[in-house]
């Protein structure tokens, strides 16, 4: 609309009716017309006592009345950016950020405001933080919350709100507000991949070839350049969404119709798939002198596969201390170069003995309660103590918490396939969990299978264990075979990967495919004589339609499966050594202490 025909009367009926900014017009020129005209957003509070008596509880929304209800304190004050709704890789895992945020500012004596639209979350329970707002995460209303709360404001706090948050830092930056932390400018420098690549040249550090592409004819240029396989993503995406390993032109025709739609205005990004890489997660806090590492995480599902539905474990368990000691390092030397003040979240791949730097996310991770209960440091309190201007060395004298656990903690996910029908579930590079749990005991073995057990997908400890994998898997298949035979478990196979298992000496059951005839593997999970599956299909499109009903048919009918050679190996790895063991159940509080021999630190009580 122009603003130029725009009346008091007319934009403040527009305003009255619903309209933001952007949908009326320019969004930075009808905010300053609104604010010339005096047509300010006033804020009410929720009524959550139905009118019985007068509500207490500080919820507040925007609206374009004459009356406003908020009192604004003389105390000194901090805005954090909640996550907004939850969906498939924006979860809890921010929430949680955000209510230790809240905490570790109490504790300081600063008021805690939050804007967050999620009532489903706990940083929107009433009793959280000084203040909540119920508004969009939208530019515009941030601002509007901002202004209300001037007085005394600190600043605003971005990074424990995942994407969503950190996305709205450039706009609000140009409004004048003041980013408590990393500063925009730094966060740039991590988020944008030019920059990122120029940051990693001059501290030396190995990246796997990529670059950039708006169109089919772009892109393909850009694969053929860089070779097949390569992983296509688009820019400014959450949890991965429409990233893909393609291995043709055929492929990358396909997906470049999708990838156009999600993202129109922004580069397709390529990166040369590194198969069969070892993938590490590193979470640290930085205050711009010296950097806390909370751990390194290694990847149990290989490279490939989305760090948020991969599982992890710490400490890392096959990579060369070597290597843990590089990437110590190297996150040392990134955190600082960017800048960063408060939390940061590297990815790397290890290949050949090559640290590859995958990014880095200068914000809050899913992996930080992870990290914080494996090793009992409360990084988000830290980082939120960080970014008012503390120094870890008024926090704390540990900034390698890693070194004193003398327990392990496997990280699993949780999917939401029962819930979704039709969908296959298999592992890729696009997220699809929604939720995670934790195993912890004094092995690698026991700490997996209590991950498992939570995740639901209890593994067995005997009977008839179904294989079937894609030909770059049946070598190493042939040594998890052999150890599952070992254990007394019957293999079942269809005809590909039984002839080839036969050939090398392993004996097994063969079946026929779905659609060869009766009896074949779905009609022997129907009748409960599989135990397990291990099914690894071909990452990329168009699955095969014989393994996605097998493994649609796990889903449905509750049965453990697993689609990754990573997994098939942890998993008969921890059967052998569980088989014969009980479980034993102790409090976080008693494996931290028995890491320091010691009391476990009264931040994480």
Not at 13 to 22: A, E, N, Q, T
Request: aromatic residues 6%; contains cysteine.
């Amino acid at each position: 609309m122009d603003v130029e025909n725009l009346n008091t009367k007319n934009l403040r009926k527009l305003k009255k009716s619903g309209f933001s900014d952007r949908k009326i017009g320019n969004e930075y020129e009808i905010r300053k017309l609104r604010r010339e005209k005096g047509i300010l957003p006033t804020f009410k509070m929720v009524d959550t006592c139905a009118a019985e008596f007068d509500a207490k509880t500080p919820y507040y929304y925007s609206t374009y009345e004459s009356e406003d209800e908020i009192e604004v304190s003389d105390k000194k004050k901090v805005i954090i950016l909640g996550s907004g709704p939850i969906r498939i890789g924006q979860g809890i895992e921010f929430d949680y950020c955000t209510v230790h945020a809240v905490f570790a500012l109490r504790n300081e004596g600063i008021e805690t405001i939050i804007i967050n639209n999620n009532p489903e979350t706990v940083s929107t329970d009433f009793d959280i933080s000084d203040k909540l707002y119920f508004e969009p995460l939208t530019l515009e209303n941030v601002l509007n919350v901002i202004e209300k709360e001037d007085k005394n404001l600190l600043g605003v706090m971005v990074q424990f709100g995942g994407q969503t948050a950190i996305n709205l830092a450039e706009s609000l930056t140009e409004y004048g507000v003041k980013i408590l932390g990393t500063s925009f400018g730094d966060i740039d420098r991590a988020e944008d991949r030019d920059k990122f690549g120029k940051v990693l040249d001059k501290l030396g550090m190995a990246s796997a070839r990529w670059s950039t592409g708006y169109s089919f004819y772009e892109v393909k240029d850009v694969a053929r350049e860089i070779g097949y396989p390569v992983l296509v993503r688009p820019s400014y995406v959450l949890g991965g969404r429409a990233m893909e390993i393609v291995h043709d032109e055929v492929e990358l025709e396909e997906y470049m119709k999708e990838a156009v739609k999600i993202s129109p205005k922004h580069p397709i990004l390529v990166d040369k798939f590194l198969q069969g890489a070892t993938e590490i997660d590193v979470d640290v806090v930085c205050d711009g002198e010296n950097v806390l590492i909370g751990a390194i995480m290694e990847h149990i599902e290989e490279a490939g596969i989305h760090s948020g539905d991969s599982a992890c474990v710490i400490p890392p368990q096959t990579i060369d201390s070597k290597i843990i000691s590089q990437v110590r390092d190297q996150a040392k030397k990134l955190a600082l170069e960017l800048g960063v003040k408060g939390l940061l979240n590297i990815q790397y791949a290890v290949k050949d003995g090559v640290i590859y730097t995958l990014e880095a996310n200068p914000r809050a991770s899913r992996t930080v309660p992870f990290v914080s209960k494996a090793v009992g440091v409360p990084l988000a309190k830290l980082a939120a103590k960080v970014m008012l201007g503390m120094k870890l060395s008024e926090l704390t004298t540990n900034l390698n918490p890693m070194e004193n656990v003398s327990h392990v903690a496997v990280k699993e996910v949780v999917f939401p396939f029962i819930k979704l029908p039709d969908v296959d579930p298999t592992l890729g590079p696009e997220m699809k969990s929604t939720g995670e749990v934790m195993g912890i005991d004094e092995d690698f073995a026991m700490a997996y299978y209590k991950a498992q057990l939570a995740a639901g997908n209890e593994l067995p400890l005997k009977g008839n264990v179904f294989i079937s994998v894609k030909d770059e898997d049946k070598e190493p298949i042939l040594d998890i075979s052999r150890k599952f035979l070992d254990l007394g478990f019957e293999i079942i196979s269809t005809r590909g990967t039984s002839q080839y298992m036969e050939e090398n000496g392993i004996v097994n059951r063969r079946v026929v495919k779905i659609n060869q005839g009766s009896p074949n593997v779905l009609d022997l999970m129907r009748e409960r004589k599989i135990n397990l599956i291990i099914n690894t299909p071909r990452i990329g499109r168009n699955p095969r339609k014989d393994g996605y009903m097998m493994r649609r048919g796990a889903v449905e009918l509750d049965m453990p499966y697993i689609t990754t050679i990573a997994g098939a190996m942890a998993a008969v790895d921890a059967i052998k050594e569980v088989r014969d063991r009980k479980l034993r159940v102790k409090s976080l509080n008693e494996y931290w202490t028995e890491s320091r021999n010691n009391s476990p630190p009264d931040e994480m009580k």
